[in-house]
């Protein structure tokens, strides 16, 4: 069920920070250190100038689970069943530079078969959570104010067939998890190999 991951991306102890933009690769470097072969699954998120970061797949039986390793995002499954991607990340690790991505910002995804999906950022969305602790927190949308329940953030954002979303956390007031920030982003093109 959608709802039960609108949850908080809990606050852990900092762990080293994703690369600097002088630290990233270029691109077909990335591409050869994430691609693994044979699949439709998604290994890598590449913004020139913002990150480089792999992607690992939720454990099936663990739809809440986030990882806490540097320079890593995790795809949130359930979602690929309404064709939306969702990319988790926690705002002290990988989710740190969502914010910098602003409407017009290219984005690539890596492929297991080594294969790029461009994508262009279309706009943000950020919400405040009522109760940040709770994963059945109400929401109110911080550009129109308009008061959601967990169920309906997650129908919003988690069903938009064709979009990528990077999710995550907005820290505020001393609080981690004080909100929720989604990056949406729509694809240029289907994968290809062809641009890197």
């Not at 540097?70 to 795809?75: F, N, W």
Request: hydrophobic letters at 45%.
């Amino acid at each position: 069920m959608l709802t039960l991951l609108i949850f908080g991306l809990f606050p852990r102890p900092a762990h080293a920070l994703a690369p600097t933009e002088a630290a990233l690769p270029p691109l077909s470097e990335f591409v050869e250190r994430v691609a693994a072969g044979g699949s439709d699954t998604i290994l890598g998120a590449y913004a020139a100038g913002h990150f480089a970061l792999r992607v690992v797949q939720q454990p099936t039986d663990n739809a809440a689970y986030i990882s806490e390793a540097p320079d890593t995002l995790t795809e949130f499954g359930p979602a690929r069943e309404t064709e939306t991607v969702v990319l988790l990340a926690h705002n002290f690790l990988g989710g740190q530079h969502f914010a910098e991505m602003n409407s017009g910002a290219s984005i690539a995804l890596v492929y297991a078969d080594g294969s790029l999906q461009y994508l262009t950022v279309t706009h943000a969305r950020r919400f405040q959570a009522l109760k940040p602790e709770s994963p059945y927190s109400d929401f109110i949308d911080l550009d129109t104010r308009q008061l959601l329940t967990s169920s309906e953030l997650a129908g919003e954002m988690y069903t938009q067939p064709g979009a990528v979303v990077l999710q995550t956390c907005i820290e505020a007031e001393g609080n981690r998890e004080w909100g929720r920030l989604f990056v949406i982003a729509r694809a240029d093109s289907v994968p290809d190999r062809v641009g890197y």
